[in-house]
Structure formats: structure tokens, C-alpha cells
């Protein structure tokens, strides 16, 4: 039966995906059909099927994907619909996708297949994991004892499927029968006999889902079976009910189980991995150590530091600041505004102090993005090579070590991301108090990950002494506010439900697509913000606001803080944006308008100072005006005072960084 | 209905693997029109979808022959 609007060749051989949830099925099919499919819903269910065409060596195969399933028993709609698709596809080919981390789950429906009688291949994916967690079965014997082909896939990185679609010119069906006993045996030739002589699906399989109860094949049985020849069949179940008792089903799967478990015994598993997988899950486990992950997280920090500060922040900015916009783009736009629109006001508005291009576009692009865009690269490979779950179990070890408890820590992870999701994801927290203890924590002192970037760019400029100073102040403040929200948080931890991958080389295409989705969206919401912020100042420097705001903050950013005026400027661009701040702040220091000490304590100030108005705007949807105001009023006058601390300190114990 | 089926992405922190449609962070954050992170639903950790229009671009330059 053909569903939806799908244009298949009709001469097309048919190959049905089936298998469990998250096994990369549908990875599987987009590699087998390419990306564009078509989606239909099946006939009277919310499911989707998707339905593709591949080419193999002149040969067109219609491609179905399945929902994902544990048994072709059904207990669910989406079970049902792909039993159904089975059934309603006579002639088709079946490609189950395995999971080779859980063979056992998977052979459950191996075994279905197998009583359906359907042309089979198994695709065995994750093999890599598989391999690298030493449980990937033996193959050879799998083959052997199925009788049907076993191919070892990773999808995700296209190894292994080159061979799925030859194997399904011309499939067999898998050979295994499992025997479930005398009783039920005996239960099932009975069954087997009373069924019609062309059923859609091997008649054993018919038989034991008859005996299991299945009701969902009524409407088969309505249209395929006489009426007498059912009430037969209700007589064999209910007998076999009267010997073997109700739990038909229960009894089937234990026996299958049973099965597998005995057979996987036989496979055994491939030999271990090489003694370099030994190290790699050996630095896997320490990296979550929460004494020996400390050095760990230092070294990942130092490589970091290396990569986004020297190599981005350094040369990369200096390519782009001074090269791209220095020496080209600001000059040839003041050329064309001269030309074009002689006005000083223009002149001003595009490429002037606060000019649209010369500030806005010029912290953007050339200052913010080579920065970030190096950050976001060392980001993804932390993500692609399992560090970072690893990062998160060792930071909850840490925070619960000391006392804290376990919900202060996931938002803290997660605002490394976005610290305004992050304040939305503290809807989690049971009680109105966690909420609002966790959100401050979030406001006070997670930097986001742009605006993390820009740090870590400014302080590759200053050293090792500098970096630790404001790593150590930062992780202080937290740690002391995470204790203290501990105490005041009654309850028990919530644990982090994460799996471990296994430590790996990070994939080029995958890194290369997650950071520029990654650029893409920083400058989608990031370039209009800048340039929004670029204009408030534009219009503030134009009516005297600037210098009246210069003014009135000159006791704090000039007495407290010890920083030129001009860097009010970035204190204020930093409530739109914390990373345009921190580039305005960039800009001084690369310009030498800021000492090394000056820096430091501008650092500190600006990652602990007020939100940003995305995430203002949270914090008051969240928890009301009022919420937000008390917190703004507690972070403003908190970060001036951690940053003038700093500062007379440093001055105090004449350290210069 | 046709059109093309987002596959299911595998969320970087906490490797649940989920459906990315409906699950943009955008319903709750003032940002949310012009920003493309998603959030698992398991550990809500937020990431931009793995897609990438320059990347989508730069592969249309380049087409893939057809499966021989």
C-alpha cells in the first residue's frame, strides 16, 4: 500500500528500514537516499513514514523508514504502523538497523524478522562505539548462525553502508527458528494450520502474535480469514491459555531472550580495542576524576587559551582589524561617503567614532568573530571528542565534594551555551527560592560562551598570572554563591542523566558544520545588536549623553576601578551584548589605553557584571519585575566591588600583572 | 505533505538523540526570532541545529555524482 503523495518508480524494489529507537535509522536512510524525501503521514495515525529512492548499479529501490521499535508485537501505535508496513508490503526486502552496543535488544526483532520470513540484511551500527567499548559481536558467527549478511556501519560517518544496498538485490530470509516449548509449539502448528495459504508474512510469526493476543491484526483476520476458521483460532489461544496460562507474550519473550542471551555467548565479541583505545578510556575516566580532571581541565583551559587568544585573538584579529578594516573596508566607505554623501553627519554615522561600520560591524566582524570563531572551533571539538560530558560529571563531583548541591551545577554547564536558556531552563527546579537563587547565580557570574570567548582572547595577551587571577576569582565567586544557595536550597541533589561517549577523534565535516552553524548564528543575532548598541551611543555622543553618563560614572569606573572614562562606554554596550562590551574593552587594550592591571580588573567587573537584556528580559518574565530589579540592584554595586577589591589589592601588593 | 524530514540530532552534552522540530529554544527567549539553537529535552543544554548554509552552499558548488 503507497501512502501519501510520495513519487516512487513504480518498477522500484521495495526496502524497509526497520529497528529500535536511536539506533540511526533514519541516519541510515539519508545516506542510502540523499536529503530530500517525502513525509507522509500513515493512513489514520499521527506517524510519520518517510519514504526515499536510492540507485544501485542500475537498480531503483523505493527506501521506507519505519518508526523505531522494540518488539513487532505491537504495544504502541508507532509498533503497530511499522508491523503493519511489513505486513502490507509483500515482496519487500528488509534492512534492520542494529544497535551494536545492544545486540540483545536488538535481536528481539531479528528474531521477528526472521519468523516473518523476510528477505533480510542486517546493517550492525555504532561500530565504532561498539568496538571501542569492547562488546562488538562477532559478525562472522552472527552471519553464520542467521544465514543472512551482517555488515559492521557508522553511519554518521558514511563507513560500512556502501555495501547495504548491493547486499539487497538479492536477500534471504534469516534461518533461526526459536523453539518456545511443547506446549506453545504444539499451540502454533495448530494456528499455522488454520491460517490462509498466502498470508502477507511468514504464517509462524502470524501464529505466535494470534497466541500472544494480538488484537490489532482483527482487521486482518476480518478480511482475510472466514469467520469460523477465528472463532477456531480464539479456541486453540484460550486452550493454550488453559495449559500455559495467560502471560502468552511474557512467555515468548523470555524464551527469545533467553535465546539471544545464549547466542551472544556463542558470538562472543571481537578481541579488545588496541592498547591506544586502552589509553584513551583511561584519560575518558580521568577526565571525570574529580582530583585528577582538575589538571586535565587546566591543560583543555591552557590549549584554549593557546588557540583562541594567540592564534585568534592575535593574529586573526590583527588580520582583520587592520588589514581588512583598517587598511580597505573603513577607508574605501569614507571614500564613497565623501563622494557620495559629503555630509559630516554621514561621514560620523558610518565610519566615524561610533560609526556604524568603523565601531559596530568593525567589533563584530572583525574583532568579536575571528574570536569567537576560533572559541566555537575549540568548543565543538571539546563537544565531539567527549570531553565535555565528562567536563559536566566532574564539575557536579567537584560542587558536591564541597557541599553544593547538584541543581546549582547543570544551569551552570548550560549557560556556557546561553546564559538566557539557561535561566529558562531553571524551570526544572522544584520551589520558587531554587529558581530565583539559581537564575542570580546564572546573572552573576556564567559567562556565555561569546563572551567567554573575548576573555580568553585578552588574556592570552597578558599571561598566565592574569588568566588564573580571574579563573580562580571567577570559580570563588561562584563556588562561595553555589555553597551558599546550597544552604538556603532544602532537598535532595538532582543527579545528571548523561551518557558517556566514549573519547574520539573529532570528525572534520562535523566540526566544520557545527562551528559555522555556530558563526551563523552568532551573527544572525549578534551583528544587530551591535549595531543597535553602536547607534545608542551614535545618538548618546551626539546629544551630551555620553559625557554627562561619563560623568556621573566617574566615581566608580575612574575612582573604584581605576579605568579610563572612556571605558563606561563598554560598560553600557555591555548590557545589550556581554561580548560587545568585553570587544569594546578589547579595542582599549589593543589600542594601549589600558594597563595590564586595568584589564584584569575590567575583566572581572564586566564577567560579573549586570545581564544582558535578552536575559533581563527572562529573569523578569520568569520571576517579575520586581525579582529582576532586586537582582540588578544586587549584581551592579557586587561586580563594581569584586572589581575595585582587585584593584586596590593588586595596587596594594604591587602585583602588575 | 512533502518536503524534506529533519533527521534526529544527537545532543552534544548529554548524547540524547531527539526529534530537533518543535524543540527551538525561541518559545521562551526575547531573541527567539532571528536565533536557531535548539534545547534537548532531556538535559535542556542549547546548541545551534547542525546545519549550516554557507557549508549547504559551498556542497552545491561541488555536487556528489549519482550512485553508480
Not at chain 1, 508491523?83 to 526483532?109: F, H, T, Y
Not at chain 1, 583562541?308 to 590583527?318: I, M, N, P
Not at chain 1, 545581564?611 to 554595586?637: D, Q, R, S, T, Y
Not at chain 2, 538523540?17 to 532571528?34: A, E, I, L, Y
Amino acid at each position: 500500500m503507497r501512502t501519501g503523495t510520495a513519487r516512487v518508480d513504480p518498477q522500484a524494489a521495495t526496502v524497509i528500514l526497520v529497528g529500535n529507537p536511536n539506533v540511526g535509522k533514519s541516519v541510515v536512510f539519508g545516506t542510502l537516499t540523499g536529503r530530500y524525501v517525502n513525509v507522509s503521514n500513515y493512513p489514520g495515525t499521527t506517524v510519520e513514514i518517510t519514504r526515499g529512492e536510492a540507485r544501485d548499479r542500475g537498480t531503483v529501490y523505493e527506501i521506507i523508514d519505519t518508526p523505531g521499535v522494540y518488539s513487532l508485537l505491537p504495544m504502541s501505535e508507532d509498533e503497530r504502523v511499522t508491523r503493519d508496513i511489513l505486513m502490507r508490503e509483500p515482496g519487500a526486502r528488509v534492512l534492520q538497523v542494529c544497535d551494536a552496543k545492544n545486540m540483545r535488544r536488538s535481536l528481539m526483532i531479528t528474531i521477528q524478522l526472521a519468523e516473518m520470513g523476510v528477505p533480510l540484511v542486517l546493517a550492525v551500527n555504532m561500530a565504532d562505539e561498539a568496538r571501542e567499548r569492547g562488546v562488538m559481536p562477532r559478525l562472522e558467527l552472527l552471519e553464520e548462525r542467521f544465514g543472512v549478511p551482517a555488515i559492521p556501519t557508522v553511519a554518521v560517518r558514511k563507513k560500512g553502508t556502501d555495501r547495504l544496498l548491493p547486499l539487497m538485490a538479492h536477500p534471504v530470509a534469516a534461518a533461526p527458528r526459536v523453539r518456545y516449548g511443547d506446549r506453545i509449539e504444539a499451540a502454533i502448528d495448530r494456528m499455522e494450520a488454520l491460517l490462509p495459504p498466502d498470508t502477507p508474512v511468514g504464517r509462524r510469526a502470524l501464529a505466535i502474535m494470534l497466541l500472544c493476543g494480538d488484537d490489532s491484526l482483527s482487521p486482518w483476520l476480518a478480511e482475510s480469514v472466514p469467520g469460523h476458521r477465528v472463532r477456531e483460532m480464539n479456541e486453540v489461544r484460550n486452550r493454550l491459555i488453559g495449559e500455559a496460562g495467560e502471560d502468552i507474550a511474557y512467555q515468548v519473550n523470555q524464551t527469545r531472550l533467553a535465546w539471544i542471551d545464549r547466542l551472544l555467548g556463542e558470538l562472543g565479541q571481537e578481541p579488545a580495542p588496541p592498547a591506544g583505545r586502552d589509553l584513551a578510556q583511561r584519560f575518558g575516566s580521568l577526565a571525570m576524576d574529580p582530583v585528577y580532571g582538575i589538571p586535565i581541565l587546566a591543560g583543555v583551559l591552557l590549549l584554549a587559551y593557546g588557540f583562541v587568544g594567540v592564534f585568534g585573538a592575535g593574529y586573526l584579529v590583527d588580520l582583520f582589524e587592520e588589514v581588512l578594516f583598517g587598511r580597505w573596508l573603513v577607508p574605501a566607505v569614507a571614500w564613497a561617503v565623501d563622494r557620495v554623501l559629503p555630509w559630516p553627519f554621514a561621514r560620523d554615522f558610518l565610519v566615524g567614532p561610533y560609526g556604524m561600520v568603523s565601531m559596530a560591524l568593525s567589533y563584530a566582524i572583525a574583532i568579536v568573530l575571528p574570536i569567537v570563531g576560533t572559541f566555537f572551533l575549540g568548543f565543538g571539538i571539546l563537544e565531539d571528542s567527549g570531553y565535555l560530558p565528562r567536563l559536566a560529571v566532574m564539575v557536579d563531583k567537584v560542587f558536591k565534594k564541597i557541599g553544593c548541591n547538584g541543581k546549582a551545577v547543570l544551569p551552570m554547564i548550560l549557560g556556557l551555551g546561553c546564559d538566557t536558556m539557561a535561566t529558562l531552563t531553571t524551570r526544572i527546579l522544584e520551589t520558587r527560592k531554587e529558581r530565583v537563587i539559581i537564575t542570580l547565580l546564572l546573572a552573576l557570574g556564567v559567562p556565555c560562551s561569546a563572551q567567554l570567548g573575548v576573555i580568553l582572547g585578552m588574556l592570552a595577551s597578558l599571561g598566565l598570572a592574569a588568566t588564573v587571577t580571574w579563573l580562580a576569582l571567577l570559580l570563588g565567586v561562584i563556588l562561595l554563591v553555589g555553597y551558599l544557595a546550597s544552604k538556603v536550597i532544602p532537598g535532595e541533589s538532582s543527579d545528571f542523566i548523561l551518557e558517556i561517549p566514549p573519547i574520539r577523534w573529532p570528525q572534520i565535516g562535523n566540526l566544520a558544520v557545527k562551528t559555522m552553524a555556530r558563526i551563523e548564528w552568532y551573527l544572525r543575532e549578534a551583528v544587530p545588536l551591535f549595531l543597535v548598541g553602536t547607534l545608542v551611543l551614535f545618538v548618546a555622543d551626539r546629544m551630551g549623553w555620553l559625557l554627562l553618563a561619563r560623568n556621573v560614572a566617574e566615581p566608580l569606573i575612574v575612582g573604584a576601578l581605576d579605568l579610563p572614562p572612556q571605558s563606561t562606554d563598554a560598560f553600557l554596550i555591555g548590557f545589550l551584548r556581554r561580548d560587545y562590551g568585553a570587544a569594546g574593552l578589547y579595542d582599549m587594550a589593543k589600542a594601549g589605553m589600558l594597563t595590564n592591571l586595568q584589564v584584569v580588573v575590567s575583566l572581572i567587573t564586566i564577567t560579573l557584571f549586570i545581564p544582558c537584556l535578552a536575559n533581563l528580559l527572562v529573569i523578569i518574565k520568569e520571576h517579575g519585575p520586581k525579582v529582576a530589579v532586586g537582582m540588578a540592584l544586587f549584581i551592579f554595586p557586587f561586580a563594581l566591588l569584586v572589581g575595585s577589591a582587585v584593584n586596590f589589592g593588586a595596587r596594594w601588593l604591587g602585583v602588575r600583572f | 505533505m512533502e518536503g524534506r524530514k529533519p533527521g534526529n540530532i544527537r545532543c552534544p552534552l548529554c548524547q540524547h538523540v531527539f526529534d530537533p522540530s518543535d524543540r527551538g529554544c525561541r518559545t521562551g527567549c526575547p531573541m527567539g526570532k532571528s536565533c536557531s539553537l535548539v534545547c534537548c529535552p532531556r538535559c535542556r543544554y542549547s546548541f545551534p541545529m547542525p546545519e549550516s548554509k554557507v557549508i549547504d552552499f559551498l556542497k552545491s558548488l561541488f555536487p556528489k555524482g549519482t550512485r553508480a
